[in-house]
């Protein structure tokens, strides 16, 4: 099993609530993905960070709106 590690430090969020850094982890590495045209190898930083700040449901969330195309983000 990977062992699972805790996103570096941004100064961009430095309170102790994560939900804005949740938030932009998971639309930078959609749009990450995106850019590079679905090779996710260069995306690993966005998801890694993504997978230790967010809650399992609220990618599912997420991922159900981006399928039906009601996701709140441009980017993704």
Request: hydrophobic share 25%.
């Amino acid at each position: 099993m990977e062992e699972q590690k805790t996103a570096p430090y941004n100064p961009r969020f430095p309170n102790q609530n994560q939900t804005k850094h949740c938030w932009a982890n998971y639309v930078d590495f959609h749009g990450c993905v995106k850019h590079y045209n679905g090779d996710d190898s260069k995306c690993q930083t966005f998801f890694n960070s993504m997978k230790s700040l967010c809650p399992e449901a609220w990618i599912s969330e997420w991922d159900e709106q981006r399928d039906k195309t009601i996701f709140p983000s441009e980017r993704v």
